[in-house]
C-alpha cells in the first residue's frame, strides 16, 4: 500500500496548523512523525484517518481518496491522542466490544495482544482502575489485535515503562517485516531513533525530513 500526502493544509479559523505538506508513506516501513506538542503531528495523521477533512490537498490510499468520497478506508487501525474506553468495562470486555464490530478477531487473538503490549495481568481489571501506561498499552492493543495492513500510533510509550517499550517496539519491528505500514508520532526522538526508518520532523506547520 501506498499513502500520499499531497499538499495538504489544514487551518482552523485563520490559524494554518499544516501548511503545504506533501509526503509519502509505503508498506514495509515504519515512519516517525516528530516535533514538539502542536506542531501538527496529530492533526495530520486525523486527515490520514478521515476524522478531519484538510482545507487543502489530498490523501489517497493507493491513488483513491477515500476522504472525498466519503468512504472508510479499509485496514486503518489507529490510537490518536488520549485513548478511552468503557471505565465499567475490564480491559479484555472492552476490547472484545470493539473486536464485535467486524467479529474478525478471537478471543485468542485479544489474548495474544494482551500478552504483547504486556497487560494480560491486569486484563480483567475495570478500564476505571487503569494508570496512564495501562490505558496506552490497551489502546496500543486495539491498533494491534485485528491485524491491520496500516498501524498508526499517536504517543504511544506515553506512560509506558521501558521493558514493555522494547518489546512493543519490537512486535512493531518484526511487523514492519511482514509488509506492514507503521506510523508514530512522538515529541521524544529517543522514542524513534532505533525504530524508525524514515523520520519527518514537524515544525511550525511544516514538514522535513531528518
Partial sequence: MKIEVKNVSKKFKNNYVLKDVTLDFESGKIYGLSGRNGSGKSVLLKIICGLYAPSSGEVTFDNINYNKNNMFVPNVRALIENPN????????????????????TSDEQIYKTLKIVNLESEMNKKYSEYSLGMKQKLGIAQVLMENPDVMILDEPFNGIEEESVKQISKFLIEEKDKGKMI??????REDLENLADIIYYFDNGSVKIK
Fill in 183 to 188: 506510523l508514530i508520532s512522538t515529541h521524544i
Fill in 85 to 104: 474506553f468503557f471505565p465499567d468495562l475490564t480491559g479484555f470486555e472492552n476490547l472484545r466490544l470493539l473486536a464485535d464490530i467486524q467479529n474478525k
